[in-house]
T-cell receptor
Framework: QQPVQSPQAVILREGEDAVINCSSSKALYSVHWYRQKHGEAPIFLMILLKGGEQKGHDKISASFNEKKQQSSLYLTASQLSYSGTYFCGTEILGNTDKLIFGTGTRLQVFP | NAGVTQTPKFQVLKTGQSMTLQCAQDMNHNSMYWYRQDPGMGLRLIYYSASEGTTDKGEVPNGYNVSRLNKREFSLRLESAAPSQTSVYFC?????????????FGPGTRLTVL
């Protein structure tokens, strides 16, 4: 049930863009995105709901393809503060109240 | 507002010992969760409590028990610790489930079982 994230790691220079993908084998109601810095707790970035509603960060965007059960996180004009590991959490249709997280994508932004 | 607090922050156990990880939230949230995080494995759900008085198994419940003591507190117990339970444990809470609510995570407990 664990969603698959790609790529596993990304290295960027400041100002470059990145896309992180999340794919599930199950029908989804929502996809959540979190970022975790080393040694810290994950923090919320964004929720994407079935039907297209999106809630979250105004400097990071995302999409949710309900038919393919895929979500993508778009990081544009990356900043040093974007460095960390990004996790998608999936809410499976009919299996609510909990998230199943992917294995993470490590993003490093250099000056 | 302290948010989600966890105790202890660090713990070293010997194989076979027992311990309880404590979690409390002051946001009046209904739902609470326990995750473990291992390198390369992401966050895996151990147990969760959708509301006070209910608990359910997650992806990796074996070797653990939980208690939803009241609306604020949700504890995780290891009855007989094993080296495979060496991990970082995160507690999280959300207003009501995950449908439209973000989860707020505690700072984590780093557990080593020798």
């Amino acid at each position: 049930q664990q969603p698959v994230q790609s790529p596993q790691a990304v290295i960027l220079r400041e100002g470059e863009d990145a896309v992180i993908n999340c794919s599930s084998s199950k029908a989804l109601y929502s996809v959540h995105w979190y970022r975790q810095k080393h040694g810290e707790a994950p923090i919320f970035l964004m929720i994407l709901l079935k039907g297209g509603e999106q809630k979250g960060h105004d400097k990071i965007s995302a999409s949710f393809n309900e038919k393919k059960q895929q979500s993508s996180l778009y990081l544009t004009a990356s900043q040093l503060s974007y460095s960390g590991t990004y996790f998608c959490g999936t809410e499976i249709l009919g299996n609510t109240d909990k998230l199943i997280f992917g294995t993470g994508t490590r993003l490093q932004v250099f000056p | 507002n302290a948010g989600v607090t966890q105790t202890p922050k660090f713990q070293v156990l010997k194989t076979g010992q027992s311990m309880t990880l404590q979690c409390a939230q002051d946001m009046n949230h209904n739902s609470m969760y326990w995750y473990r995080q291992d390198p390369g494995m992401g966050l895996r759900l151990i147990y969760y409590s959708a509301s006070e008085g209910t608990t359910d198994k997650g992806e990796v419940p074996n070797g653990y028990n939980v208690s939803r003591l009241n609306k604020r507190e949700f504890s995780l117990r290891l009855e007989s610790a094993a080296p495979s339970q060496t991990s970082v444990y995160f507690c999280a809470s959300s207003g009501w489930g995950v449908r439209t609510d973000t989860q707020y995570f505690g700072p984590g407990t780093r557990l080593t079982v020798l």
